[in-house]
């Protein structure tokens, strides 16, 4: 067994998670694997973007049963500066996933912004798995909204979910 670091090493994997897809979860667990502890932080503000469509609570709830099994993982919402939250959970890295080049484009500004006020905390990118490449919370979304099947792009209760929360 190797020793305990000292410091362990701590990342952030930050998100919106409206809801968690197996994107997410291939993205997290191979965080997992890299850090000594992997904080799946989610976004909690409602002055962001468009309101979501499932609740901070559920969005928990989704991601902490889909990465159970995972012992060094934990979630947890969030309502400040990405870069302040990260600080304050002892955390020097921010993992993200990558898809495609619109994602590189909204990333690399984001890391300049987030560089810009903590140069202390690095941002860490994790390529998509080709099988999720095209796979994204909102697609998942307009997919159910017309009766399409989600069942393999997302874990089975969300599925669910998603097949009620869109018939209301
Ligand atoms: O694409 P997402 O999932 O909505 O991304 C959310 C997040 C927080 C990862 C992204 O918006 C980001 O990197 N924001 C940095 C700026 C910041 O700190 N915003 C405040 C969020 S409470």
Known sequence: MP?????????????????ITFGHVDVITRAAEIFDEVIVGVVNASVRKSRSLFS????????????????????D????????YARRMGAKAIVKGLRAISD???ELEMNQLNR??????????????PQYSFLSSSG????????GDVSDLVPDEVARRLKEALAR
């Open 56 to 75: 901070a609570e559920e969005r928990v709830e989704f991601i902490a049963s889909a990465t159970g099994h995972l012992p060094n993982v934990r979630v």
């Open 3 to 19: 020793p305990e670091p000292e410091h362990p090493h701590i990342a952030v994997c930050p998100g919106s998670y409206d809801p």
């Open 140 to 147: 998942v979304k307009e997919i159910a909204t017309f009766g």
């Open 104 to 106: 590189f484009e909204y």
């Open 77 to 84: 919402t969030f309502d400040i500066l990405l870069v302040d």
């Open 116 to 129: 810009h006020l903590a140069d202390d905390i690095e941002s860490v990118y994790l390529m998509a798995s």
